[in-house]
């Protein structure tokens, strides 16, 4: 159980094009959905957390305006990418979660990610 | 702001023998720590967790040890096989803030040779 999928797993795009990688989650209610950036060689650096229903939380220096993020379902996130430019090439992650428990650590469920290149 | 970082980036080891990653941390409030695997063009796959009001916990093959004295966390795998080669990363949680953001370390390549 708790399976996560991302799609497309692969997309190129033209420079000042618009890409939308969705999440779902496969066999679970995803209360909050996160998305992850990583570059190569690098570690995953979180851009915003998503809440079903509600504005998306995104991180210091993550414009907003750039990555939209929708979710709109207990199973679906949507992060698009707008105006994409060469430099937005990257691996994108997402991530799911139950829900709020007493304050404990909800694990995560990680997508397979989706590789963004931007020619 | 705090981070955690790692103090080995590559680790090469042969088939059979035990391998240890290591990871510092900075966050004294941190209470709950990961380790992650993630294979090349793969999302990270748990691995192993530990809470901070323990110092080592045993999984198959994997023990985690937690030293929260010196903020440091330790990955050990028994008897390391080639499909042990992938990226690990530790992973850290503070349950006073947010109790669903993680923070991620830099990553350790783990190579095992035949």
């Known amino acids: 159980g708790a399976v996560v999928s991302q799609h497309p797993s692969r997309v190129i795009c033209k420079s000042g094009t618009s890409v939308k990688i969705e999440c779902r989650s496969l066999?679970?209610?995803?209360?909050?959905m996160f998305w992850y950036r990583q570059f190569p060689k690098q570690s995953l650096m979180l851009m915003a957390t998503?809440?079903?229903?509600?504005?998306?939380?995104?991180e210091q220096g993550v414009e907003k305006d750039k990555f939209l993020i929708n979710h709109a379902s207990l199973t679906l996130s949507t992060l698009t990418v707008t105006s994409a430019h060469p430099e937005d090439s990257s691996f994108y992650i997402c991530?799911?979660?139950?829900?709020?428990?007493?304050?404990?650590?909800?694990?995560?469920?990680f997508g397979p990610g989706t590789r963004l290149t931007v020619l | 702001g705090e981070s955690v970082g790692l103090h080995l980036p590559t680790l090469s080891v042969q088939e059979g023998d035990n391998s240890i990653i290591n990871c510092a941390y900075s966050?004294?409030?941190?209470?709950?720590f990961i380790w992650y695997k993630q294979e090349s063009g793969k999302g990270p796959q748990f691995i192993i967790d530990?809470?901070?009001?323990?110092d080592k916990r045993q999984g198959q093959r994997v023990t985690v040890l937690l030293n929260k004295t010196v903020k440091h966390l330790s990955l050990q795998i028994a008897a390391t096989q080639p499909g042990d080669s992938a990226v690990y990363f530790c992973?850290?949680?503070?349950?006073?803030?947010?109790?669903?953001?993680?923070?991620f370390g830099k990553g350790t390549l783990l190579t095992v040779n035949p």
């Open positions: 991530s799911a979660t139950t829900g709020a428990s007493g304050g404990l650590y909800n694990e995560q469920f």
């Open positions: 066999d679970f209610q995803a209360t909050t």
């Open positions: 998503s809440n079903e229903g509600s504005k998306a939380t995104y």
């Open positions: 966050n004294s409030a941190s209470d709950y």
């Open positions: 530990i809470r901070s009001n323990m």
């Open positions: 992973a850290e949680n503070d349950s006073g803030g947010s109790n669903y953001k993680l923070t």
